[in-house]
């Protein structure tokens, strides 16, 4: 059983940055992808990047590309998503994922993002 902790959230303003982190247990984290989805109030969970198992290819959701940045290190066995030009619109909870190439395998309990205008 894997289990992954995020943590990074916060209350931050308009255009401030943000860095979450999620940290993974066991040995298979550098033989699975990862991802970082949100969920905002009264909506669906949606997809914000994804980084393949050594890092080399990344994935973002529209909104979020340009100002929102995934990396992992595999030694720490963690993966981080670095947010700047935060807007109100990318407050969420935000949830770490890891996932094979059904879809999502563990989830992360998810960290509280919330941007004041």
């Known amino acids: 059983q894997v289990q992954l902790v995020g943590s990074g959230g916060g209350l931050v303003q308009d255009g401030d940055s943000l860095t979450l982190s999620c940290a993974a247990s066991?040995?298979?984290?550098?033989?699975?992808?990862m991802a970082w989805y949100r969920q905002a109030p009264g909506k669906e969970r949606e997809l914000v990047a994804t980084?393949?198992?050594?890092?080399?290819?990344?994935i973002y959701n529209d909104s979020v590309r340009g100002r929102f940045t995934i990396a992992r290190d595999n030694t720490k066995n963690t993966v981080a998503l670095q947010m700047n030009s935060l807007k109100p619109e990318d407050t969420a909870v935000y949830y770490c994922?890891?996932?094979?190439?059904?879809?999502?395998?563990?989830w992360g309990q998810g960290t509280q993002v919330t941007v004041s205008s």
């Open positions: 066991g040995s298979i984290f550098r033989a699975k992808a």
């Open positions: 980084i393949t198992t050594d890092g080399g290819n990344t």
């Open positions: 994922n890891m996932r094979d190439d059904i879809g999502p395998l563990y």
